[in-house]
Nanobody, 118 residues
Framework: QVQLVESGGGLVQAGGSLRLSCTAS????????MGWYRQAPGKQREMVAS???????NYAASVKGRFSISRDNAKNKVLLQMNSLKPDDTGVYYC????????????WGQGTQVTVSS
């Protein structure tokens, strides 16, 4: 059962922008932190950005100043605005979520491909 659904990936030239969105199933309750990870070929999965229920954000150093994460708690939705994209941003982007006071990212989406050409 897919409980997080991402959209917005695609092909873009360097310097361009994309906006990713992720919506959690209505069956998921007590959503706490939400975030985005990415996986590029030959690289480890890395956290891109996260946001608490109250709106506090964290970013990977590589995307700070270029990406912006936001959320709509009423809709269980999280967005990732990606500007000034670089080829190194290429990868599969996964939406993830924590529930309650849990420390682990327990819900994951299917992923959406982001490809940035030179």
């Amino acid at each position: 059962q897919v409980q997080l659904v991402e959209s917005g990936g695609g092909l873009v030239q360097a310097g361009g922008s994309l906006r990713l969105s992720c919506t959690a199933s209505r069956t998921i309750f007590n959503i706490n932190d939400m975030g985005w990870y990415r996986q590029a070929p030959g690289k480890q999965r890395e956290m891109v950005a996260s946001i608490t229920r109250g709106g506090s954000t964290n970013y990977a150093a590589s995307v700070k100043g270029r990406f912006s994460i936001s959320r709509d708690n009423a809709k269980n939705k999280v967005l990732l605005q990606m500007n000034s994209l670089k080829p190194d941003d290429t990868g599969v982007y996964y939406c993830t979520a924590k529930i309650g006071n849990g420390e682990d990212w327990v819900y994951w989406g299917q992923g959406t491909q982001v490809t940035v050409s030179s």
